[in-house]
């Protein structure tokens, strides 16, 4: 999609932006057109998936294979995802959806992320209580 078949009104009106904002948006031509690619059809199309790879003493119980799933790479699937998550496995998601938003924009390879791999924030039980370790992967929707 192009600059001028993207409908940047129905963009500024959904953000609540101003005209300003949405001038100095688009003035940033890296912004604008990952604005494009973000909020287009073929993203939806994508999910983040964050899996427990390991789990160790994990005082929610979380266990290998357990995931949330993030529609067009950024919106929690509260229906398909697991919900016991506790708030120390959230810390690195954020990173991790960037680098997968960043790659899907730069028309890369969204599974060949160097850091795909990572870990809640619980040191496990010589100092906490335990740890899981996630990877972050992207498949297909099939429900789009």
């Keep these: 999609m192009s600059d001028k078949d993207f409908n940047w009104k129905a963009y500024q009106k959904y953000l609540r932006w101003t005209d300003e904002d949405l001038e100095i948006f688009k003035a940033d031509p890296k912004r604008a057109a ?12 994508k999910d983040l998936i964050i899996e427990v790879v390991e ?32 708030a120390q496995a959230f810390g690195p998601i954020p990173t991790a959806a960037a680098v997968a938003q960043d790659r899907f924009v730069s028309g890369l390879d969204i599974n060949e992320m160097l850091y795909d791999h990572f870990s809640c924030g619980d040191v496990g039980p010589h100092h906490g209580w335990g740890q899981i370790i996630m990877r972050a992967y992207v498949a297909d929707n099939p429900d789009m």
Excluded at 56 to 84: A, E, H, M, Q, W
């Design 34 to 45: 990952g604005a494009i690619k973000l909020f287009s059809k073929e993203i939806m199309k």
């Design 55 to 86: 789990s160790y003493g994990c005082s929610t119980g979380l266990k290998p294979g357990d995931k949330l799933y993030f529609l067009g790479l950024s919106i929690l699937d509260t229906k398909r995802s697991v919900p016991n998550w506790c």
